[in-house]
């Protein structure tokens, strides 16, 4: 059993940047598929970027590369997005989930039903 928590949103101004973090434990980090998505109420939950387990294979959603990075610190068991020139279409609240899958394939590894165990979220706002 993994408990995930993130922290690090907020109110940030159009262009600005925030660091999402997002703290495991349970289990060593090391053995799962991370990834970070975000919904809008009302909407599907959508990934935004996505790392397999050996850091090998990560993914981004056209709408934030270049953008936002990924990472992960497996020593302190530690997720984070660090999310740069922030746009208002951006505002959604952000999720970060993980999934003990050493196999996920490429196609399947930002996909919302690949991930098993989920943070409870927090909320973006980019607005002037």
């Known amino acids: 059993q993994l408990q995930l928590a993130e922290s690090g949103g907020g109110l940030v101004q159009p262009g600005g940047s925030l660091r999402l973090s997002c703290a495991t434990s349970g289990n060593p980090l090391g053995i799962y598929a991370i990834g970070w998505f975000r919904q809008a109420p009302g909407k599907e939950r959508e990934g935004v970027s996505c790392?397999?387990?050996?850091?090998?294979?990560?993914t981004y959603a056209d709408s934030v590369k270049g953008r936002f990075t990924i990472s992960r610190d497996n020593a302190k068991n530690m997720v984070y997005l660090e999310m740069n020139n922030l746009k208002p279409e951006d505002t959604y609240k952000y999720f970060c989930?993980?999934?003990?899958?050493?196999?996920?394939?490429?196609?399947?590894?930002?996909?919302?039903?690949?991930?098993?165990?989920w943070g409870q979220g927090t909320q973006v706002t980019v607005s002037s």
């Open positions: 790392m397999s387990v050996r850091g090998d294979m990560t």
């Open positions: 989930a993980a999934v003990a899958n050493p196999f996920l394939a490429i196609q399947y590894l930002c996909k919302e039903r690949s991930y098993e165990y």
